[in-house]
């Protein structure tokens, strides 16, 4: 992808997932259907969280790589 549109543009059509910064999704219009949770983890020197559609539950694969919750 060749945008943060066009990045947040698939994971509100529902096509995956993707770890990017919250401010780039807070403001922009898919702010509503997608939901932002933390990665939990080690203190980096980046927070990062993950990034998916609010009407499709999170896979059991998500949660053992991304250490949410």
Same mark, same amino acid.
């Given at each position: !992808?060749?945008?943060?549109? +066009? #990045?947040?543009?698939?994971? /509100? /059509? +529902?096509?995956?997932?993707?770890?990017?910064?919250?401010? !780039? #999704?807070?403001?922009? =219009?898919?702010?509503?259907?997608?939901?932002?949770?933390?990665? !939990?983890?080690?203190?980096? !020197?980046? =927070?990062?969280?993950?990034?998916?559609?609010? *009407?499709?539950?999170?896979? *059991?694969?998500?949660? /053992?790589?991304?250490?949410?919750?």
């Amino acid at each position: !992808m060749s945008s943060v549109e +066009g #990045v947040l543009g698939c994971i /509100a /059509a +529902g096509l995956g997932y993707t770890l990017i910064g919250t401010g !780039m #999704v807070k403001g922009s =219009r898919y702010e509503l259907p997608l939901s932002v949770q933390p990665v !939990m983890g080690p203190q980096l !020197m980046f =927070r990062f969280s993950l990034i998916y559609q609010k *009407n499709i539950p999170l896979s *059991n694969d998500i949660y /053992a790589i991304s250490g949410l919750f």
